[in-house]
Nanobody, 124 residues
Framework: QVQLVESGGGLVQPGGSLRLSCAVSGFTLDYYAIGWFRQAPGKEREGVSC????????YYADSVKGRFTISRDNAKNTVYLQMNSLKPEDTAVYYCARRRGSRCSYAQNEYGYWGQGTQVTVSS
């Protein structure tokens, strides 16, 4: 069955870095865009970044542009989110999700499969 499993979250000080991984199984990663989303306490889930199936197109929310980098290794069935210069406002549960297609979108109803999430806490 289709599975997405996030890992790499944790507690980090402001200005620090984390790399999240999204390991997928049950489908061929090559054919699908993958998005990263996050949900902070008391807030709605929001799109953070997305990468197309080929990796040739990436998108970033304005709030993370220049600090986060999304990448994928289809051979390893894994998508990554490198997060640098982390801020307290980046604190959230981060989810990866598989879109119904190869192109990127932040429309959450276009994502059919979601991981369970990984907690990122940025605090001194």
């Amino acid at each position: 069955q289709v599975q997405l499993v996030e890992s790499g979250g944790g507690l980090v000080q402001p200005g620090g870095s984390l790399r999240l991984s999204c390991a997928v199984s049950g489908f061929t990663l090559d054919y699908y865009a993958i998005g990263w989303f996050r949900q902070a306490p008391g807030k709605e889930r929001e799109g953070v970044s997305c990468i197309s199936s080929s990796g040739g197109t990436t998108y970033y929310a304005d709030s993370v542009k220049g600090r986060f980098t999304i990448s994928r290794d289809n051979a390893k069935n894994t998508v990554y989110l490198q997060m640098n210069s982390l801020k307290p406002e980046d604190t959230a549960v981060y989810y990866c999700a598989r879109r119904r297609g190869s192109r990127c979108s932040y429309a959450q109803n276009e994502y059919g499969y979601w991981g369970q999430g990984t907690q990122v806490t940025v605090s001194s």
